[in-house]
Structure formats: C-alpha cells, structure tokens
C-alpha cells in the first residue's frame, strides 16, 4: 500500500515540475512575442537609444580632458614628479575599463531576468533601458580608449 502511494507521490512531482516547465516555457514565449508585435518600431526605438550623439563625444573628451588635467596636478603636487602622470592616466583608464565590465554584467543580468533565463542572458530584449546602457558602456570604452592613447603619448614624450 505504502509503495502505491509513494509511486504516486513521485508521479504528482513528476507532473507538477512538468507543468512549471511548460508555465516557463510560455511566460518566455510571451515575452518574445511582446518583443516581436511590432519588430520595426521595437528595433529603430533600440537602435536610436543606443546610437552615440554629438554631446556623447563631447561628455568623453571632457571627462578625459579633466581626467588628464588631474593626473598632471597629481603628478606634480602629490607625486612631486611629472612622470608619475603616466600612472595616474592609466590607472583612471583601466578604471573606465572596469566601469564598462560592470555595465555589461549589469545588463546581462537584467535580459537574464526579464527572460527568467540565464542562458539567454546575452541576447537582447530591444529595449530602451538596454540601448541607454549600452550607450554608456560604449561612453566608458571610449574614455578607456582616449585615456590610454593619451598614457602612451605621455610615456614617449616624458
């Protein structure tokens, strides 16, 4: 008796993580189509947020422009040598560098939560939010790239 009822006991769990499957299986579903209704508007709203504007190159040269100027007060007041600027430069790049490490990890976990699934965690959800971050994290490669053309610069001419 007590076999036929544990039998059944497992066939209820059997059933029951079955149907949470099939209940994942359609919320994600749902999600994608509400992404598909209409695929053109859905993608040129993506594509514009994410698009750099004029004032984004003009965010990157100023930030490095003053990170630069930092790096040269620094290097002259508080290192008391001029060839510490390359340091300091570069420290502020690879810090850019991370700042766009985490915005991507950031990002992966959000399109992981809205698809409620980590393997799809590195594909898109065409929205907004997504093209603004990504917008930034293209702002903080820049800058990392900016910030280390100007290191090698200042470590061949000092």
Not at 17 to 29: I, L
Not at 30 to 45: A, C, E, F, R, Y
Not at 105 to 117: E, L, P, S, T
Not at 131 to 151: D, N
Request: proline letters at 1%; charged letters at 25%; a positive charge.
């Amino acid at each position: 008796m007590k076999d036929k009822n544990n039998i059944s006991n497992f066939k209820k769990l059997k059933d029951l993580r079955e149907q949470e499957k099939q209940a994942h299986k359609q919320k994600v579903q749902d999600k994608v189509s509400d992404i598909t209704k209409d695929p053109l508007s859905t993608q040129s709203k993506f594509i514009e947020s994410k698009k750099l504007r004029w004032y984004d190159y003009l965010i990157v040269l100023s930030i490095s422009a003053f990170v630069t100027g930092i790096s040269f007060i620094l290097g002259i007041f508080a290192f008391k040598d001029i060839e510490k600027t390359e340091w300091v430069t570069t420290a502020s790049a690879l810090l850019s560098l991370l700042t766009w490490l985490i915005i991507g990890y950031i990002k992966n976990r959000q399109v992981a939560k809205f698809y409620n699934d980590t393997r799809r965690r590195y594909q898109t959800t065409l929205s907004e939010e997504e093209g603004f971050l990504r917008r930034i994290s293209k702002i903080a490669l820049l800058i990392c790239l900016v910030l280390t053309i100007t290191s090698i610069i200042i470590f061949i001419t000092l």
